[in-house]
């Protein structure tokens, strides 16, 4: 199991500034860009998450069952709890440390592999599958969405060229299905109950309010979404996957 400090290299009695130079060291080496594994980049940053938020090391769970961000999914702001006040705290340091590297990691998917692999947005293991089948970085990764940016920002930070038509909620082109985690949208959007219950947030204006997201993109094609599209071409600067 190991303590967070093991997790980062570190001696229990590290200062905060070696803290931070070793979480940066090894979140780099542990990228899944670099080689790394998404769930060793996710144990080092919940490791960083738990030393910064002063949590008793002896309660870290390496497989995210300790509290911290790993186990606070839901996006609820009801039963608030020491280990919320905790991450609070964290997120508030963060904030403060614009150095600090952290921010929300999102796990992305693309739609055309689960429909091409025969796999459904339901599957309680969608994730695990895509893991395993190790697709190249433009089908699934992992990235880090900054400080008021918004997923799709982040996406086009990375290099990739995710579908949209507005960028402002108007269409539905830049859909994706929220599998964990939750996205918030601040403004009314196309988007019906059903599609909003059903987990679908618009990359353009949604911005992480949780941690850890998953993610599936590219689902503008999916039943109740074909139909709120906008023809790409109205758009000078628009992105079509079709
Ligand atoms: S691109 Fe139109 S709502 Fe996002």
């Known amino acids: 199991m190991g303590s967070p400090y093991d997790v980062l290299g570190l001696d229990a009695d590290a200062d905060e500034d070696a803290i931070v130079q070793a979480y940066r060291e090894r979140v780099k080496a542990v990228h899944p860009d670099h ?27 390496a497989d995210g069952l300790d509290g911290g961000s790993e186990s606070d999914q839901s996006g609820s702001t009801e039963s608030r709890t020491a280990s919320d006040d905790d991450r609070a705290k964290s997120d508030d340091e963060a904030e403060n440390d614009p150095e600090s590297g952290l921010g929300p990691t999102v796990e992305y998917l693309d739609y055309a592999v689960v429909e091409s ?3 459904s947005l339901t599957d309680e293991d969608l994730f695990e599958k895509a893991e395993a089948a190790d697709l190249g970085v433009d089908s ?3 990235l880090v969405v900054e400080s008021r940016e918004t997923l799709l920002e ?9 579908p949209y038509a507005c960028r402002g909620g108007a269409c539905a082109n830049c859909a994706v299905a929220v599998v964990e985690g939750d996205l918030e949208m601040p403004v009314s959007t ?32 999916l039943p109740g979404l074909a139909e709120l599209r906008l023809p790409a071409e109205q758009f000078g600067n628009a992105r079509a996957d079709d």
């Open 35 to 61: 080689g790394g594994s998404i769930a060793e980049f996710k144990r080092v940053r919940r490791a960083y998450e738990h030393i910064t938020a002063g949590r008793d090391p002896a309660t870290f769970e």
């Open 140 to 142: 699934h990764g992992l």
């Open 117 to 119: 692999r025969g796999w």
């Open 190 to 221: 196309v988007l019906d109950d059903d599609l909003t219950d059903r987990g679908v947030r618009l990359s353009c204006i949604g911005e992480p309010v949780t941690d850890d997201l998953k993610i599936v993109f590219n689902i503008e094609h």
């Open 154 to 162: 982040a996406a086009e930070r990375y290099g990739f060229s995710w």
